[in-house]
């Protein structure tokens, strides 16, 4: 089973920042978008932001301006840099790497945002 490596989460207070980062293994190839995702609990996943093979970004709405996501493709890894952290970002966030034949996504990572 392909597992991705999710660091970087963790307890910020308002207005703080963090540093997420996902890493595939070396077995996957093939990636085309990679993207952040987040869940709550008893709400469904919502996109937060996506990056494409070319390095041309997309973010929801509600992180536009706070948030940024990167990719460095030779690690097959991905970033997403958050600033000015509001209460509401508190949730599970999840990486999700894409081929052409499977989608990979981690395991999780809790991010808290609390005073």
């Known amino acids: 089973q392909v597992q991705l490596a999710e660091s970087g989460g963790g307890l910020a207070q308002p207005g703080g920042s963090l540093r997420l980062s996902c890493s595939g293994p070396?077995?996957?190839?093939?990636?085309?978008?990679m993207a952040w995702y987040r869940q709550t609990p008893g709400n469904e996943r919502e996109w937060v932001a996506r990056?494409?093979?070319?390095?041309?970004?997309d973010y929801a709405d509600f992180v536009s301006g706070r948030f940024s996501i990167s990719r460095d493709n030779v690690k097959k890894t991905t970033h997403l840099q958050m600033n000015n952290l509001k209460f509401e970002d508190t949730a599970v966030y999840y990486c999700?790497?894409?081929?052409?034949?499977?989608?990979?996504w981690g395991q999780g990572i809790q991010v808290t945002v609390s005073s």
């Open positions: 990056i494409t093979p070319g390095g041309g970004t």
């Open positions: 999700l790497l894409k081929t052409p034949w499977r989608d990979f």
């Open positions: 070396g077995s996957i190839s093939g990636i085309t978008h």
